[in-house]
């Protein structure tokens, strides 16, 4: 079974459309997060969430909507696509949200290209 | 807030040499240390962490980090190579404070020649 699974995979799109990616664990853990992931490979936090609750909000444009319906699921909607979106989104997991079952379970990434 | 370099962006290595990959981090009290590897196309994998106790840490796929507290350093390491190793390794510093921002390094490219 998939730990921490996205939809979808790839994602081509138009500037000015909006879309979603979907995320979810089914490892019973409190935290989830949504991390970009460059061209450059680096990583960045975006946003993060305990039990449904928003816990860190990085600066991000306000275009990005993280929504999290229930514990096990935390999707992201972004609004008016730029170019600058284009990269691989990642959603993670953790029991905790800090400490040392902070160790996160990453899925295996949606590729957005922006057009 | 913590912080991390991985001053080698990419290693080139032959397949059954040795590894070792640097990592430093900044942080004020004990930090929670991770390696984690991305294989192409794929998400990441935590290979080990560390918090308190033996400061030699093993992990999976024969990997092993030291941390060096008077350099603030986790460095990760493997005695011999597989060609399978060829991934982005990623060092990263959690704390203990609820909330607090999981931060990663920039990454270390391993490329293993046969």
């Known amino acids: 079974d998939t730990a921490v699974s996205q939809t979808p995979k790839y994602l081509v799109t138009q500037m000015g459309n909006d879309k979603s990616i979907k995320c979810e664990q089914n490892?019973?853990?409190?935290?989830m997060y949504w991390y970009k992931q460059d061209s450059k490979k680096f990583l960045k936090i975006m946003f993060s969430?305990?039990?449904?609750?928003?816990?860190i909000n990085e600066t991000v444009p306000n275009r990005f909507s993280p929504k999290s319906p229930d514990k096990a699921h935390l999707n992201l909607h972004i609004n008016s696509l730029e170019l600058g979106d284009s990269a691989v989104y990642f959603c993670?997991?953790?029991?905790?949200?800090?400490?040392?079952?902070?160790?996160?379970?990453f899925g295996p990434g949606t590729r957005l290209t922006v057009l | 807030a913590q912080s991390v370099t991985q001053p080698d962006i990419h290693i080139t290595v032959s397949e059954g040499a040795s590894l070792e990959l640097r990592c430093n981090y900044s942080?004020?009290?004990?930090?929670?240390l991770f390696w984690y590897v991305q294989s192409p196309g794929q998400g990441l994998q935590l290979l080990l962490k560390?918090?308190?106790?033996?400061?030699l840490v093993q992990g999976i796929k024969g990997f092993e980090a030291e941390f060096k507290r008077s350099q603030s350093s986790f460095n990760l390491r493997k005695p011999s190579v597989h060609w399978s190793d060829a991934a982005e390794y990623f060092c990263?510093?959690?704390?203990?404070?609820?909330?607090?921002?999981?931060?990663f390094g920039p990454g270390t490219r391993l490329s293993v020649l046969p």
């Open positions: 969430y305990n039990n449904k609750e928003l816990i």
């Open positions: 942080y004020g009290a004990t930090p929670y």
């Open positions: 490892l019973g853990h409190d935290t």
């Open positions: 990263a510093v959690g704390s203990d404070n609820y909330g607090q921002n999981f931060v």
């Open positions: 560390y918090f308190s106790g033996d400061t």
């Open positions: 993670a997991s953790s029991q905790e949200a800090g400490g040392y079952d902070n160790e996160q379970f």
